[in-house]
């Protein structure tokens, strides 16, 4: 017989291999770049377009409209688009593997199934973490010069409503306006935590398809059967669900809108959206746990 | 070493494997036979910590798989070898696993050379044919350079010389001292390369022997033995208490070994035209010590 002369590992050093691992994998797929440039280039692409037709009606718009107007949010709206994508993306990196059977390879090289997931979610979380904020920057970037383009008005951040209904200048916000910077930031959390929680889904029912299919009616299908309800019972739900989260998070401060009534306050939401993602990945790590590979 | 255990294990109404304990040793290469469905893959799957036994237990030199240190350095395994990513290159899929284990990345070109698919290292593995695709989960399971082999049907899909190359391999494996644990429908292919077998049918244990006893216990030494005067040799042969069948141009002789035969046909002037033995393939034993025991058997054509 021969004797083991392999040495012992500790589990933080299993980790930082199982994350290098990871790396590799994920970056050595075309799949990973087509998804993140589509991201890109939708939500750039939308906060060009959104901005400059609200701009150009602006001066028609009714009051309930300006009041409900968010010079914040409307340059981030890119980001309800991109979602859509990073959210398939994130199903793809976990169901690819079960439905090529790779994941019998890679449960064989990383056999501890917290490690594995551990690693994975860390390794998505930081590139998709990377590639929202270039995302969400970006787009606040564009979307803000397109309005000022269009005859908006750089605000100071102490307008009151008033002044924001009676103005004939689109309002504008900057980086440098209080509480913007940071809700840009949030808004690039909040596509960063919505991956992971697609992930978790994805080790839960193993099948992109099936995958796929939870998340869009997570984010449109069932906001939009709620909003069939009457509002007493709908609002309190929709304010909760990830897509209101993601506006919230996108915001300076809880405002109201149209269709969730007000939401929540954009910590409040972030908070929220960091709960789900772990009791998702929590329960994803359980079943991968159990079941047979 | 590999111990198996009492190991169980049902999927809904299927019992995949029954109540099988056995022991893999170093140093030989170990056969796997069983029919199609017999459990095979599963008990594999379940050295490898994928699927969860319902009972029983499994060690690799003496430790459960989940609490090895850097598991390909100590078990390596191809078990199915399209379970990888179609998207990603021969090369890139080695390094993401020498990372996962801490293992050299160095090793990863030393391995695809000696698989011989150096030279489509970058190509995506999705378009490679059944034989590389192959080579690749060997290269694959060799990459830790671990003292444990295991390999599910590793000649799927290989032509003659590659059937050549994985024969020469696993014994080269099995002579450096490693333990080679190998599952294959092809019998004679496990006659060429196996010294120890593990049979099962039906999820259960059927025996667990070398190859050499394993036709020796379950067949009679049988001699085929002609000449001109067949009758006069028969009555030879009877007389000194051997047990004879009489075929068409030849007799097949029983509890008589080869020399003694041929030793009272000198006695006795007969000239022999034919003094062979015969021996069983590892095949036909096989066959007649699963019969019955097969999931999927064949019925005759109508
Ligand atoms: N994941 C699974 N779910 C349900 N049944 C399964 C599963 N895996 C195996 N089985 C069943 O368990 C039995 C043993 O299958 P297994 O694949 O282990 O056999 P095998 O000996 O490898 O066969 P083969 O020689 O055809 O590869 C079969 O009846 C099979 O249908
Ligand atoms: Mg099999």
């Known amino acids: 017989m021969t004797t083991s002369i392999i040495p012992a590992a500790p589990l933080a050093s299993k980790f930082t291999h199982a994350v290098r691992s990871e790396w590799t994998k994920i970056r050595t797929i075309r799949s990973t770049w087509i998804c993140l440039g589509l991201a890109v280039l939708f939500a750039v692409g939308l906060s060009i377009l959104v901005p400059s037709l609200v701009a150009h009606h602006w001066s028609t718009r009714s009051l309930a409209d300006k009041a409900n107007y968010d010079p914040t949010s409307l340059p981030l709206v890119g980001v309800g688009l991109a979602q859509l994508v990073i959210g398939v993306f994130g199903a793809l990196v976990i169901t690819s593997e079960y439905s090529s059977g790779a994941i019998r390879t890679t449960l064989a090289a990383v056999p501890r199934r917290g490690i594995l997931l551990g690693a994975k ?4 979380g930081i590139l998709t973490l990377v590639v929202a904020e270039l995302i969400t920057f970006t787009s606040f970037l564009v979307g803000s010069s397109v309005l000022l383009a269009s005859g908006g008005r750089t605000i100071s951040g102490n307008e009151s409503l008033v002044q924001q209904l009676t103005s004939t200048h689109i309002p504008v916000a900057t980086l440098a306006t209080p509480g913007v910077a940071v809700a840009v930031f949030r808004s690039g959390l909040y596509l960063t935590l919505l991956i992971l929680i697609v992930l978790g889904i994805g080790f839960i029912i193993r099948n992109t398809a099936g995958t796929i299919a939870i998340f869009v009616a997570l984010i449109l299908i069932v906001p939009a059967i709620l909003g069939a309800l009457p509002q007493s019972i709908s ?14 998070m996108g915001s300076t401060h809880a405002r109201t809108t149209d269709y969730a009534g007000t939401l929540l306050n954009p910590w409040a939401a972030t908070l929220l959206m960091v709960v789900y993602a772990a009791v998702v990945l929590l329960i994803g790590w359980f079943m991968l746990n159990r079941r047979d590979a | 070493m590999i111990s198996v255990t009492g190991l169980t294990k049902t999927y809904g109404e299927t019992v995949a494997v029954d109540d099988l304990s056995f022991t893999v040793q170093p140093g030989v290469v170990t056969g796997f036979l069983g029919p199609n469905g017999s459990g095979k893959s599963t008990t594999m799957r379940m050295i490898l910590g994928l699927d969860r036994p319902d009972d029983g237990s499994i060690t690799v030199d003496g430790k459960a798989y989940r609490e090895l240190a850097w598991p390909l350095r100590e078990v390596g395994a191809l078990l199915d070898a399209k379970a990888l990513h179609p998207g990603r290159s021969a090369r890139s899929h080695l390094k993401s696993l020498a990372e996962s284990n801490a293992i050299d990345t160095k090793r990863v070109g030393e391995v695809l050379e000696l698989v011989g698919l150096d030279s489509v290292a970058k190509r995506k593995v999705g378009k490679f044919s059944l034989g590389m695709g192959q080579r690749l989960g060997i290269a694959a399971a060799l990459l830790g350079d671990p003292q444990i082999l295991l390999f599910d049907e590793p000649v799927n899909g290989l032509d003659p010389e590659g059937i050549l190359w994985v024969r020469t391999l696993l014994q080269d494996l099995a002579k450096q001292g490693k333990t080679v644990f190998v599952s294959s429908h092809l019998m004679s292919e496990m006659a ?9 049918g039906r999820g259960k244990l059927l025996a667990e022997t070398t190859v050499e006893n394993f036709i020796a216990s379950r067949t009679t030494p049988t001699v085929r033995v002609s000449a001109r005067n067949l009758d006069a040799l028969d009555a030879a042969l009877r007389r000194k208490g051997a047990s004879t069948t009489r075929e068409s141009d030849h007799l097949l002789v029983t509890e008589m070994a080869q020399e003694a035969i041929g030793e009272i046909a000198l006695d006795q002037a007969i000239a022999l035209t034919e003094l062979t033995q015969q021996s069983a393939s590892l095949e036909e034993v096989f066959m007649q010590l699963t019969a019955g025991e097969g999931e999927y058997e064949s019925g005759a054509v109508q």
């Open chain 1, 121 to 124: 979610a860390t390794v998505l």
């Open chain 2, 192 to 200: 060429l390369t196996a010294s120890n077998l593990v049979v099962i």
């Open chain 1, 235 to 248: 609002r309190p739900i929709i304010e909760h669900m990830p897509s209101s989260l993601g506006t919230a």
